[in-house]
């Protein structure tokens, strides 16, 4: 059985991804074939049900629905396309290829398409579907998502500056702060500096300061 991960033994994860920031759609006409790309926010594989259901419905009419999904980041990253009734790899692929040119996760991109009667071939459709989405993710336009760990930190008032320096040096910030009779600070540190940053607490403060997992994060 595979280990859960526990604090200090999280899958490599980075300090940042792509997404799209809203929904983008953006229609091309080729040969009389109209083609509707569509690209939307996923948090997760339900979300992608749902929103696939939903295209569908709304385009009921329409011969393909077709689509590409990418969720997740670095090792738990998933995948996945969908041809729905067109020649292997002339559909699902090129949205797929579409998402990976814009660098983005937790994001659906589908495209909808009404038969006009002219068959595109192959090469056709591959372009035609790839243009599509393209076009969808670009409407649709990036955000970036930052990731990170949450800690809690007790210390003293005369900490306050030493532990500031270091938390820019990392790249982290203070989200919360209690004053009491000493300070307990929440703060927030990007996956790749977090240890390096705990090494240095501890050296800076000789081993009296130590970061808590924020349990309510």
């Not at 859960?4 to 080729?30: F, H, M, N, V």
């Not at 509707?36 to 939903?54: K, M, N, S």
């Not at 982290?172 to 790749?192: C, F, K, M």
């Not at 705990?198 to 970061?211: D, F, H, I, P």
Request: charge should be neutral; include cysteine.
């Amino acid at each position: 059985m595979t280990p859960k991960p526990t604090p200090d033994r999280q899958p490599d994860l980075p300090d940042s991804y792509l997404t799209c920031r809203d929904e983008g759609r953006a229609e091309i006409k080729i040969q009389r074939s109209r083609f509707l790309g569509i690209c939307r926010p996923a948090g997760g594989r339900d979300a992608v049900d749902t929103a696939l259901e939903e295209i569908r419905r709304e385009h009921h009419d329409a011969r393909h629905v077709c689509s590409a999904w990418r969720i997740g980041v670095g090792t738990l990253a998933a995948e996945k396309r969908n041809d729905d009734g067109e020649p292997s790899g002339s559909a699902g692929e090129p949205i797929m290829g579409a998402i990976r040119r814009a660098g983005m996760t937790d994001v659906l991109v589908a495209v909808v398409r009404w038969f006009g009667g002219v068959k595109l071939g192959t090469g056709g459709l591959g372009r035609a579907y790839g243009q599509a989405a393209d076009l969808a993710i670009a409407e649709a336009g990036p955000r970036e998502v930052l990731l990170g760990r949450r800690f809690v930190l007790a210390l003293p008032y005369a900490a306050q500056k030493t532990v500031t320096l270091l938390l820019s040096q990392h790249g982290g910030r203070v989200n919360d702060q209690e004053y009491a009779e000493e300070v307990t600070w929440r703060i927030w540190l990007p996956h790749s500096t977090w240890r390096a940053f705990q090494a240095a607490l501890t050296e800076a403060s000789q081993g009296t300061l130590a970061l808590e997992p924020d349990v309510d994060q």
